[in-house]
């Protein structure tokens, strides 16, 4: 889960209904359009009118559904996402949420062609957590698929004060896709590469000097706008003094509303811009009633305000606060509404700095602190957690602030949100933080979460210093054990995992669902220790607890664990029986749990992709795809890249399936499922295969046999690999002796165990190292055992993935077992004819089953591919960067199994693509 979305700072300003057109700057900007360039910057102090001129350019842009924007909507793009800033995005989490949202705000506006979860995938990076420029990649992808031009808009960006949101910034404008503008309006220059841009002609600036009114247009506003009847000269004055600041127009024009001498009030106007601005809102306020000046005073502590809101901060019955926002805006005294149902408004954002000025001036700091409070209490009231802490932060009640932190933490833990709430605990005093062992032990777990270990521990220390003081000190000691035997496995240390999951166990009180939590814990030490009997045990345990506690969530989350464990132990069927139960009651709980069930037809899809069955894993696949988009588990886009480098190996695709693999290994996020099968090792097996023998030895080399683990089984599997292949480069006797010598230990190991999914491998292996010897009866030996043990679970891809030698292999075994004339010869006779059938038939997928489709834009690519366009072409007729256009041809090319262009389009026609 995500925090939620506020509507309001997407919403687009709607245009005044009184303006002054301005023509000569909507066609600059217009300009900025035609010229294909990346940014437009609208840079200017407060009160220049940058949010308003956007606003009215928008509006052009969308008024026209017909003529020249239609016609020509790639140099003239009607569709807008807007995103206001405020102080509050300056988490670099927080602002690219919001940045998904505006993009998403497209789809929602019905775009043809933008699909409607655009963003997702990069969402759900996002609440894993995983590297900046990834998410960002990710959704430049999607925004490359949007066949339009639009504009992205972001409102107030000197707001932010965040080296890594300009950092991002940078590398979108660097990579952004030319169906993009950006537009920033801001009061100082954003710290982005502007003189490159300029230099390139990306750039489309606008400043002070560009925006302030000119003398016809300060006349059209004083006249028109403000309905006053001044004369020329007096326009001419005022214009002098103002030197066409528009806010300075607009406060002049409202201080004058009921002055009988116009001209003495211009000629006594002069001063530098900030006295002039105290003058005037002075004068605008001293013109208010009482009341409202009372009302402007007090609620302005508030960032957004609301009737209710506002009633609850006055706590004064002479004053309503529905009908005094309403008088605000008839008289347009610097407030904006922020929807549509005028609901909720916020003051102009120089009118809101003033009135807090003032407010210091007029109250005391703890009348203030009050009304802070009580925001604070009417935000709890209705669950907004971050108002609440912050104006308890306001008001410097710190205790106040530290028991909503405890308070709102479970709810933000649990929708992933830890990162954003120690951004608020860090504003707390350091002994008042020390002091509160459970906010001590809230913060441990959040850093738990983040992976943070040392800092982890450090708060479970300081909670441990105040047990005796605190009233739930009985509840805690068992929380703090658990976070330990967290950080424990996070580290790999799993004899500290079983002491302190043990501790838990004894400590937290009977039906506490952290019992059943630290019993799962020990369970995933059960696996790493190649326990798997009992890890699957220890996990069922956790699913049944889980169930009876009303945690059906969990309960089906981790039935992918358990499938997992299955899988590791060779029970295939079992496997798939566990993930479709699971499917099937999470279907009583509709789309609340989509975010977890990725994983589910992920594993679906693999393991009928291993049994042979293609059609249903491209269905499995295509589901997870479209689930993971939404996915809250942290480990979802490494276990897809993983997976899908195996579907790209599959294909014989080797250096797609590298490319995935190094992908995998940077978003790779400690968790406590066992990490068993490390990049590196999958990595030296497809260089194997590719022949690239030296690479695959530059990885042995930094592998030592210690003691035999289930952790390190795959790399020594691998290492033997690697040895055999030496034996048939190089006639090494010494590389095959140690090669089997490993592996009769590592098959004792397994037997021990009872993983017959290592031992299928490791039988495997076994066998064709014996071939590769020209000792054929131990190969047909080992051979008979692994196909016993693999046909009834449907083993298939396992074997047709070790290529030629597993073929002349089962040829030659298939001759003995015809000689064979009892049950079992037949069944296996059967078996083989089945996986010597596929050997013959792997190079072709018929298009139904493809695992990966071609997308909206690579269909698009391969279509005009067909008519004969060149990549140059290409490019230019869909706006997109060459480089960008030979990236889809490598991918039309691996999805379709092809090489060439003329293969492309042949296999596309017979697959009714084309």
Known sequence: MSAPILATKLYIPSPRPKIVPRPRLIEQLNAGLASRRKLTVISAPAGFGKTTLISEWISERVKDEGGRMKEEENLYPSKVAWLSLDEGDNDSTYFLNYLIAALQTLALSEVEGIAPNIGAIALSMLHASQPTESILTALLNEITTIPNHFIFVLDDYHLLDSKAIDQALNFLLEHMPPQMHLVITTREDPNLPLARLRAR?????????????????????????????????????????TEGWIAGLQLAALSMQGHADTAGFIQSFTGAHHFVLDYLLEEVLHQQP?????????????????????????????????????????????????????????????????????????????????????????????????????????????????????????????????????????????????????????????????GDVDASEARLRDAELRLEDSSVADALPARIAFARAYNAQTRRDFSSTVKFAELAIKLAPEGDQLRAGAAAMLGGTYWANGDLDAACKSMSDWIES???????????????????????????????????????????????????????????????????????????????????????????????????????????????????????????????????????ALKARIHLKQGHLSKAQDWARGISIDELSYLREFEYITLSRVLIAEYQNNGEERSMISALNLLDRLLQAAEVQKRMGSILEILIVQALAYQAQGDTARAFASLERVLTLAQPEGYFRTFIYEGEPMQSLLLAFRS??????????????????????????????????????????????????????SNDEISQKLFLALDTVKGHNRRIYSKLQVQRRTEAVIRARDLGLL
């Open 201 to 241: 002609d990306q750039l489309t600036e606008l400043r002070a000097a560009d925006l302030r009114f000119t003398p016809a247009e300060v006349a059209d506003f004083l006249n028109r706008v403000m309905g006053l009847s001044l004369s020329t000269e007096n326009i001419s004055a005022l214009e002098a003094r």
């Open 290 to 450: 009482e009341n409202v000046q009372a009302f402007l005073l007090r609620t302005s502590i508030l960032n957004r305000l609301c009737a209710p809101l506002c009633d609850a901060v006055l706590l004064d019955p002479a004053i309503s606060a529905q009908e005094t926002l309403e008088f605000l805006e008839r008289a347009n005294l610097f407030i904006v509404a922020l929807d549509n149902d005028r609901r909720w408004y916020r003051y102009h954002h120089l009118f809101g700095d003033l009135l807090r000025q003032r407010q210091g001036q007029n109250l005391t700091p703890a009348d203030i602190a009050t009304y802070h409070i009580r925001a604070s209490e009417w935000y709890e009231q209705n669950s907004d957690a971050s108002e609440s802490f912050q104006h308890a932060i306001a008001a410097k009640d710190f205790d106040r602030a530290a028991r909503l932190a405890e308070k709102f933490w479970l709810g933000m833990n649990q929708s992933f949100q830890s990162a954003l709430w120690l951004g608020w605990v860090k504003q707390l005093p350091e002994d008042l933080i020390r002091a509160r062992p459970v906010l001590c032990t809230q913060i441990a777990w959040a850093f738990m979460d983040a």
């Open 546 to 680: 889980s169930l009876k506690a009303g945690n059906f969530i969990f309960a089906i989350a981790s039935e992918s664990g358990k499938a997992d464990i299955l899988t590791a132990q060779g029970h295939l069927r079992e496997a798939v029986k566990t993930y479709e139960q699971s499917l099937q009651l999470a279907s009583t709980y509709g789309s609340e749990v989509n975010q977890i069930l990725s994983h589910h037809h992920l594993g679906l899809a693999m393991l009928h992709h291993e049994m042979g069955d293609d059609e249903s894993a491209a269905k499995y696949f295509h589901q997870s795809m479209e689930l993971g988009q939404q996915s809250t588990i942290v480990d979802w886009p490494y276990r897809k890249c993983v997976a899908q480098s195996r579907l790209k190996e599959s294909s014989g695709d080797f250096d797609s399936a590298l490319e995935l693999l190094d992908e995998a290994r940077r978003l790779y996020i400690s968790t406590p499922i066992p990490y068993t099968r490390p990049i590196e």
């Open 816 to 869: 003995t077992l015809k000689k064979q004339a009892h049950a079992q010869g037949n069944e296996l006779s059967a078996y083989v004819d089945k996986l010597l059938s596929a050997f013959a038939q792997s190079a072709e997928m018929p298009q139904s089953n493809l695992i990966e489709p071609l997308s909206q834009r690579e269909l698009e690519v391969l279509r005009l591919i067909a008519q004969g366009l």
